[in-house]
């Protein structure tokens, strides 16, 4: 049983780049989640996706985005890269009830110079 | 509005000795509640999680926590450490939505021979 896998494991742009992020849900799984851990801090939640949509956005500015395909796999966007948005990118899946365990995949590390 | 407050941002115990990891919770509704644990360059990986029930949680690698209602905390421990428990651990309540977790700043476990 396949868990939460991204892509890819490190990434480095620059100020004003754009990037992609990716993840594919542990098997069985509909419900993605994104979250951004900066060094020495516990995550913080960006989105999370369901049935393809937006379900519910944290405290980040529209530069972020984000989309879920109909295989449940999802992407995350961020435009107009900042320093300050160096960091580790975690996807979590669940299922679609609210309240079930998030899993999380191994992160996608992005370091912007 | 939920938050989450870990006391002690590094802790270090000897092989053999008790771990304990504090967490304290604020929470407008009923918490669900869950420790993680990150090994150094990967993903979370979840310990154990607190619902509804038995407020004594047991969890993988032999680590369980109690919830207290009383004292609003859900204090992880393990009787015996070994030094493959050496990590960050971190404390997480669900948000009021049910669909982000919101966690801690973590706390960094060592263990030494």
């Known amino acids: 049983d396949a868990g939460v896998t991204q892509s890819p494991t490190h990434l480095i742009k620059t100020r004003g780049q754009q990037v992609t992020l990716r993840c594919s849900p542990k098997s069985g799984h509909d419900t993605v989640s994104w979250y951004q851990q900066a060094l020495g801090q516990g995550p913080q939640f960006i989105f999370q996706?369901?049935?393809?949509?937006?379900?519910q956005r944290g405290n980040f500015p529209d530069r972020f985005s984000g989309h879920q395909f109909p295989n449940y796999s999802s992407e995350l966007n961020v435009n107009a890269l900042l320093l300050g948005d160096s960091a580790l990118y975690l996807c979590?899946?669940?299922?679609?009830?609210?309240?079930?365990?998030?899993?999380f995949g191994p992160g996608t590390r992005l370091l912007v110079l | 509005a939920q938050s989450v407050t870990q006391l002690g941002s590094h802790v270090s115990v000897s092989e053999g000795a008790l771990v304990l990891l504090r967490c304290n919770y604020s929470s407008s509704v009923p918490p669900y509640l869950f420790w993680y644990v990150q090994y150094p360059n990967q993903g979370l990986q979840l310990l154990l999680k607190y619902t509804t029930g038995a407020t004594l949680v047991k969890g993988i690698n032999g680590f369980e926590a109690e919830f207290k209602k009383s004292e609003t905390s859900f204090h992880l421990t393990k009787p015996s450490a070994h030094m493959s428990d050496a990590a960050e651990y971190f404390c997480?309540?669900?948000?009021?939505?049910?669909?982000?977790?919101?966690f801690g700043k973590g706390t960094t476990l060592s263990v030494s021979s």
């Open positions: 996706y369901y049935e393809e949509e937006e379900r």
């Open positions: 997480a309540v669900i948000n009021q939505a049910g669909t982000a977790l919101i």
């Open positions: 979590a899946s669940s299922l679609g009830q609210i309240q079930e365990t998030q899993y």
